[in-house]
Nanobody
Framework: QVQLVESGGGLVQPGGSLRLSCVLSGFTVDYYTIGWFRQAPGMPREGISCIRSFDGSTEYADSVKGRFTISRDNAKNTVYLQMDRLEPEDTAVYYC????????????????????WGQGTQVTVSS
């Protein structure tokens, strides 16, 4: 059974950094995409980054490009989201998700294409 468990959220001041982790388990396929999404109160869930297992290629939403970095540690079955220069607008619940059926290209940000989701971790950026 595929499971994703996020951790690393918390309260941080504007300009600060956090690193989120997503531990993966139960994968039976070699090729998949791991996405990071976030949802602020009253807002739709937004795809902000992804990494593809096949070649390690990454994608970023414009809202986080240059500030956030996605990476993976295959030995630890973990995908990370390093978040730097955080802004109050980054406050949200952050989710990691896995897509295991099809290869995601330019549609990587669509939440409906992901099969499995973690429980989410709260990130609050405030002084």
């Amino acid at each position: 059974q595929v499971q994703l468990v996020e951790s690393g959220g918390g309260l941080v001041q504007p300009g600060g950094s956090l690193r989120l982790s997503c531990v993966l388990s139960g994968f039976t396929v070699d090729y998949y995409t791991i996405g990071w999404f976030r949802q602020a109160p009253g807002m739709p869930r937004e795809g902000i980054s992804c990494i593809r297992s096949f070649d390690g290629s990454t994608e970023y939403a414009d809202s986080v490009k240059g500030r956030f970095t996605i990476s993976r540690d295959n030995a630890k079955n973990t995908v990370y989201l390093q978040m730097d220069r955080l802004e109050p607008e980054d406050t949200a619940v952050y989710y990691c998700a896995a897509e295991t059926q099809i290869a995601l290209g330019s549609n990587w940000y669509r939440r409906d294409l992901y099969d499995y989701w973690g429980q989410g971790t709260q990130v609050t950026v405030s002084s």
